[in-house]
């Protein structure tokens, strides 16, 4: 693994750390820091001609600031000759724009999957998309992890039983059918109408919830809501127990204290994917690290191994 590098930029340098760790590597040295005015100054310290190169840049928030990193540092390493560079995007934002549903709106996940390669990437290691097909996106090779086998292993080892998988929307079902099939579970789907891009209404399940322990799949929490709906509807359904699992805990706004608040959502459990800064750490919101999962698909990536064992 000589040739293997690793860079960091501000977005989650303690994840990057966790890579290293489990790769027994040193993180590369990369000044990631600002001229005066604010623009993002990038200084590569470390030889990279010839090296495999990865750079770990999820797209979180401040998204602007954390994308114009990644390609400024992805101009830089193809400027020093790297062999090879590596895009690990955790949690690629700018993903909810997929699609032209609307008249005069963007593709916005298309734009930056274009700047993406533009900038240098030869390919991308990417978890949990918001929707699979952004993979498509991309026209040099993306590899998309899931963090199923993470969170599986949490729930076997908390021996919960008698579970209902609980997809919170119809877009959701084959994420939570992965889980359901993983946890000898029942699957659960609730039909959720949204109202407005803040506001979503749970409407009714589809799925036998009475009595179960119901765990709540979905790749994201942004402002809480869905998940508060979804809780609330089980609660009225009967189920006993009530968890989520989500991928990436974006967490915006008043998501945590409305999280702290949902008495009937026992435990919510998140991934590193995006770092939960130490003033939004409570006790109900449980991180699980995707450190050794990336770093188990950069390994593989580096020796020209399969990663497919990793999807699932
Ligand atoms: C919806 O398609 C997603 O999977 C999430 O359910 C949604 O984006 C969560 O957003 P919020 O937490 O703001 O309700």
Do not use: W
Not at 24 to 49: P, Q, T, W, Y
Not at 117 to 126: K, Q
């Amino acid at each position: 693994m000589d040739e293997l590098i690793i860079f960091s930029g501000n977005a989650n340098p303690k994840l990057a750390q966790g890579i290293c760790k489990y790769l027994k590597v040193s993180l590369g040295n990369a000044l990631v820091s600002k001229f005066s005015e604010g623009e993002i100054r990038i200084k590569i310290n470390d030889n990279v001609r010839g090296k495999d190169v990865f750079i770990v840049q999820p797209t979180c928030s401040p998204p602007n600031e954390n994308l114009m990193e990644l390609l400024i540092m992805l101009d830089a390493l193809r400027r020093a000759s790297a062999k090879r560079i590596t895009a690990v995007i955790p949690y690629f934002g700018y993903a909810r724009q997929d699609r032209k549903d609307q008249p005069r709106v963007p593709i916005t996940a298309k734009l930056v999957a274009n700047l993406i390669t533009s900038a240098g990437a030869d390919r991308v290691i990417t978890m949990d998309l918001h929707a699979g097909q952004i993979q498509g996106f991309f026209d040099i090779p993306l590899d998309h992890l899931f963090a199923v086998g993470v969170f599986i292993e949490y729930v076997l080892e908390s021996g919960l039983n008698n579970i209902a998988v609980v997809s919170p929307d119809v877009g959701g079902i084959k994420m939570a059918r992965a889980y359901a099939k993983r946890l000898n579970a029942g699957l659960a789907i609730i039909d959720k109408r949204r109202v407005s891009p803040e506001k979503a209404e749970a409407i009714h399940i589809l799925g036998e919830v009475e009595g179960k322990n119901a765990i709540i799949i979905d790749d994201l929490i942004a402002t809480g809501g869905s998940l508060v709906e979804a809780v609330e509807a089980l609660k009225k359904a009967g189920a006993v127990e009530i968890r989520a699992a989500i991928s990436h805990g974006v967490l915006s706004g008043m998501a945590v204290e409305l999280v702290g608040k949902c008495k009937a959502l026992k435990e919510l459990v998140i991934t590193d994917s995006i770092p939960l800064p130490r003033e939004k750490a409570i006790e109900k919101i449980k991180i699980l690290s995707i450190a050794e999962l990336l770093g188990e698909a950069i390994k593989r990536i580096n020796r020209e191994e399969s990663v497919s064992s990793l999807f699932y």
